[in-house]
Nanobody, 122 residues
């Protein structure tokens, strides 16, 4: 299991920016593909973005493309999600996941964080 802990959530105005972090204390973080998911109130969890273990490949949901950037620092064992031009529909609890399988569904993972709340005011 990969231990994960998200931080950086909060209240932000429409059009603003926010950076989420997902820190790990587990050595295997550096060899794991990582992903961000979010869950809005009364909705199912949905895929946001993912990055390969070495950062060479990145994937985004259409809703996040051109606004969000996923990155990682394997030396510090931290995953990031830079959120720009946020919209009210970006509101939700954001979770990071290690080795989600399938990538955009995460039926199984090697670990989930506890989540961090992002609220975008209109």
């Amino acid at each position: 299991q990969v231990q994960l802990e998200e931080s950086g959530g909060g209240l932000v105005q429409t059009g603003g920016s926010l950076t989420l972090s997902c820190a790990s204390s587990t050595r295997s973080f550096g060899s794991a593909s990582m992903a961000w998911f979010r869950q809005a109130p009364n909705k199912e969890r949905e895929f946001v973005a993912a990055i390969s273990w070495n950062g060479d490949s990145r994937w985004y949901d259409d809703s996040a493309k051109d606004r969000f950037t996923v990155s990682r620092d394997n030396t510090k064992k931290i995953l990031y999600l830079q959120m720009n031009k946020v919209k009210p529909e970006d509101t939700g609890i954001y979770f990071c996941a290690a080795n989600p399988r399938p990538l955009r569904v995460a039926t199984t993972t090697d670990g989930w964080g506890q989540g961090t709340q992002v609220t975008v005011s209109s």
